[in-house]
């Protein structure tokens, strides 16, 4: 595309000036010929780049992707009632939902707890693999895609939290009672480790691929 060839030649990043922003505070500090230093204002280490970025939103991302499998196929909830217990995974309470004609909450339910976090999963990988094979196509596109991956994090808890105030408020003694099950851990061990993967993956990466031009 020689259009986008043409943009590479003509912006200046701050790393080719010597300028670096601080992880923590995002004070701008002039790094010169070092290749990192001490925030004068928070104090923390100061890198032109995430320190081993690549390899750590790896990690994480795995490891999400093995727990997003027990978060969809263990108990999310188990109720109790008369004396009898039943227990039910996220898409069983799908299924419940859409066969007693309650389609909204239905689909809210799937985006939020099945399609959210499989796709930012996706996009995380893609981006990773992406900067690893040196891609330097649709820089803008991909930047977009890792800020929508950000966003997406934000509604990926909404089955933890229903569940987690359904058992509060719902505990009848021996009459009636829900607990959280064992999947409840494991999705929110999956969100949290696609957040630290998120936050591990550095951006500005995807606009380094210029340089290799």
């Known amino acids: 595309m020689p259009a986008e060839k043409n943009m590479n030649k003509n912006f200046i990043r701050a790393k080719d000036v010597g300028l670096a922003g601080c992880h923590t505070c995002d004070q701008v500090v002039q790094l010169a010929q070092q290749t990192s230093a001490i925030c004068p204002r928070c104090h923390s280490n100061i890198h032109y780049r995430k320190h081993d970025s690549i390899n750590r939103a790896w990690a994480f991302l795995i490891s999400a992707f093995i727990m997003y499998i027990p978060a969809n ?15 039910d995974t996220i898409m069983s309470g799908i299924l419940y939902f859409l066969a007693h004609g309650d389609w909204p909450l239905a689909l809210v339910i799937f985006s939020a707890s099945v399609l959210l976090p499989l796709l930012k999963m996706i996009v995380l990988a893609y981006l990773l693999i992406m900067v690893q094979q040196g891609n330097s196509l649709r820089k803008k596109e991909k930047t977009r895609l890792y800020l929508i991956a950000e966003v997406m994090g934000r509604w990926s808890m909404v089955d933890v939290f229903v569940v987690a105030i359904l058992a509060a408020l719902i505990q009848l003694g021996e009459l009636s009672s829900i607990e959280p099950g064992p999947a409840g851990l494991a999705f929110a061990a999956m969100v949290v480790l696609t957040m630290f993967s998120a936050m591990a993956f550095e951006p500005k990466l995807i606009w380094d691929q210029a340089d290799k031009e």
């Open 73 to 87: 196929t263990e108990a999310i909830m188990i109720t109790g009632a008369l004396g009898k217990q039943s227990s």
